[in-house]
């Protein structure tokens, strides 16, 4: 329990920073994991250089101030610049905020991890209930309900915790008012960065400092968050001791006997927040604190009724097929180009799959990846362990992912904005832990190998011309499900949900119907890509995936059919590059991603239409 409530104090202190973020700003803010782990990294740094005890402690506050300024700083220069294009939009630019801001600890203190001393007078151990317990981790127990406390005192005591809650409920009263809304979202992001860069510093002497704790962070602090309930600081502290705790018993009971069978239980601690977060959300969709919730803010102007295409959009989509038809004629003065045109085919039908359920859908997916992975496994399984063909194999592969997407978007689609984002990473991730540990099936970490077509697919034009032939089966089947009443019934569903369902429209029934589809399509993206590399590993479905699905689709733009071809070929040409240019690849995406939000904060598709707009003859 001491040890859960150690953890419980690392996980409240991001997961709180966070919440006050959202609840003013309402940014989800992608780069918070970053910097939690830059305070840990100058926690590392100051306490091995500032002298005597009080060197230790006073290195841990100022690296918790010097990422509160460094968070004005982002909101100053950054965020500022972006508060007015859509949530998902500013999403995008905090992620690549995380992708520059890893590349700079990378740059700073190296690729190895770093270990930080141990905290002077609280290097011993206590007894405790016949077990000895490191004196450090009772410290972090307790520094959890005090930081909690000093916040509560903060929020209601004060008049800027006052001004903080008023801003929660309602920004544009504030501002009426005559409080100053810029200096207030500076304050407020300044306070959440400095409590994640607490969060780091105070694990200097429990963990070493590494490039992965971002993400690693990120993840936990947004479960904790929409398990506490989105703005709820209490909330938090409840949701991190939950969670920490569940992980703790997992470890503390090791295998049980359940029946006969023997579980090690420790195996749940990589699932175990998901399914506690998958549980809450299912059956109290706003969280243990939260307030019920209706449907999101599209954060954009209504969208014109879609079209057909046009004569030069007939144009434009014919001289496309054609050059892509003509990418294997190239592969004997450039053999890397049809293996780049593949990857970029898998990639313009996954990210197509997800835009179906986040543009006319509105639903955003933080686990799409979870149908990608299970259409790589069950094309993979079926071909080597089954000995289907390659036709057959790939079909068993659609049929899994159609499986996954019809169970979990059952869930889903009841739910509105972040909440049903974080139930599909749930979902997502306890996916993916379930292929990581069954190695019997799956290979475990080692993934599965051997996975080659059959001919006439098993040349590099062969199969590149096959991928091609589905990809544009997959867009032609998004683009008639869109114009079809299905689709316009699922626009409406987006934009006025009480209207649709008022008007006889089974809103739910439609997303859910919306998710086979997606899940369909990105299983067929994901058995493209088993046979294209031939080998696959829990990777495979990763969160990072997810993530790049949602930077493609968004890069392209939410508002056109067209966006995700667009954002997927762009950040397949984009990442293939930048990676093979410098060691700090992450950094330059991240600038060129933030780059194109600032100019483009419609996508690529709605930029290339005002500019189409602006210099068309006036009619």
Not at 340 to 352: I, Q
Request: charged fraction near 10%; include cysteine.
């Amino acid at each position: 329990m001491i040890n859960g409530l150690a953890s419980a104090s690392g996980l409240f202190f991001v997961a709180a920073g966070l919440s006050i973020i959202f609840g003013v700003t309402r940014i989800v803010n992608m780069a918070h994991g970053a910097f939690y782990m830059l305070g840990l990294y100058l926690a590392v740094t100051l306490a091995d250089r500032l002298p005597g005890p009080l060197g230790y402690w006073g290195g841990l506050l100022l690296a918790a101030l010097a990422i509160g300024l460094l968070g004005a700083a982002v909101e100053i220069l950054l965020l500022r610049r972006i508060y007015h294009v859509p949530e998902l939009y500013q999403l995008v630019a905090t992620f690549a905020l995380a992708l520059i801001l890893n590349d700079a600890a990378l740059w700073l203190w190296g690729p190895e991890d770093l270990l930080g001393p141990r905290a002077p007078g609280l290097k011993g151990s206590i007894e405790l209930i016949g077990r000895r317990l490191p004196e450090y981790d009772v410290f972090l127990a307790i520094a959890g309900p005090a930081v909690l406390l000093g916040l509560h005192l903060l929020m209601k005591r004060t008049r800027f915790g006052r001004t903080v809650r008023a801003a929660t409920q309602d920004r544009e009263m504030v501002a009426a008012l005559g409080i100053n809304p810029a200096l207030l979202f500076t304050a407020v992001f300044a306070l959440g960065a400095c409590l994640a860069g607490l969060g780091g510093a105070l694990q200097t002497a429990r963990e070493p400092a590494n490039l992965s704790l971002d993400l690693a962070v990120l993840g936990d602090a947004f479960v904790v968050v929409v398990i506490g309930g989105m703005g709820s600081i209490p909330g938090a502290y409840v949701a991190a001791v939950l969670v920490a705790l569940t992980k703790a018993l997992c470890i503390a009971l090791g295998t049980v006997d359940i029946t006969g069978w023997a579980f090690n239980m420790s195996k749940l601690t990589l699932v175990a927040e998901f399914l506690v977060m998958a549980l809450v959300l299912v059956l109290r969709p706003q969280g243990l604190f939260g307030r019920p919730h209706g449907a999101p803010a599209r954060g954009q102007a209504d969208e014109a009724p879609l079209r057909p295409l046009g004569a030069s959009g007939r144009t434009l989509a014919g001289l496309a097929l054609a050059a892509a038809l003509a990418v294997p004629l190239l592969a004997s003065a450039w053999a890397y180009a049809p293996v780049l045109a593949l990857d970029m085919l898998v990639a313009v039908l996954f990210a197509a799959s997800l835009h179906l359920v986040m543009g006319p859908g509105g639903m955003a997916s933080f686990g799409h990846a979870a149908y990608f992975g299970l259409g790589a496994y069950g094309t993979a399984l079926a071909a080597t362990g089954l000995g289907l063909p390659t036709v057959p194999a790939f079909g068993v592969g659609i049929l899994a992912a159609g499986a996954g997407a019809l169970v979990f978007g059952w869930f889903c689609v009841r739910l509105e904005g972040v909440y049903l984002a974080m139930l599909t990473l749930a979902f997502a991730q306890i996916v993916w832990s379930v292929i990581f540990q069954w190695e019997e099936v799956t290979g475990g970490s080692n993934g599965l190998i051997g996975i080659w077509p059959d001919w006439p697919f098993d040349s590099r034009a062969g199969l590149y011309l096959a991928a091609l032939a589905v990809t544009v089966a997959g867009l032609l089947m998004i683009r008639r499900l869109i114009h079809a009443p299905f689709g316009h019934a699922l626009r409406a569903g987006r934009d006025a949900r009480r209207r649709a369902e008022a008007s006889g429209i089974d809103v739910a029934g439609i997303r859910w119907l919306a998710f086979l589809a997606s899940g369909l399509l990105a299983g067929a993206a994901g058995g493209l890509y088993a046979f294209a590399k031939g080998s696959i590993s829990p990777e495979t479905l990763a969160v990072g995936r997810s993530i790049d699905a949602l930077v493609m689709v968004l890069l392209g733009g939410l508002s056109s059919p067209a966006g995700p071809v667009l954002g997927a070929g762009a950040f397949t040409l984009l990442q293939d590059m930048v990676m093979r240019e410098t060691a700090y690849w992450r950094a330059l995406l991240g600038a060129l991603i933030l780059a194109l939000v600032l100019l483009f904060p419609g996508g690529i598709a709605g930029g290339l239409s005002r500019l189409a707009a602006r210099w068309s003859p006036a009619r």
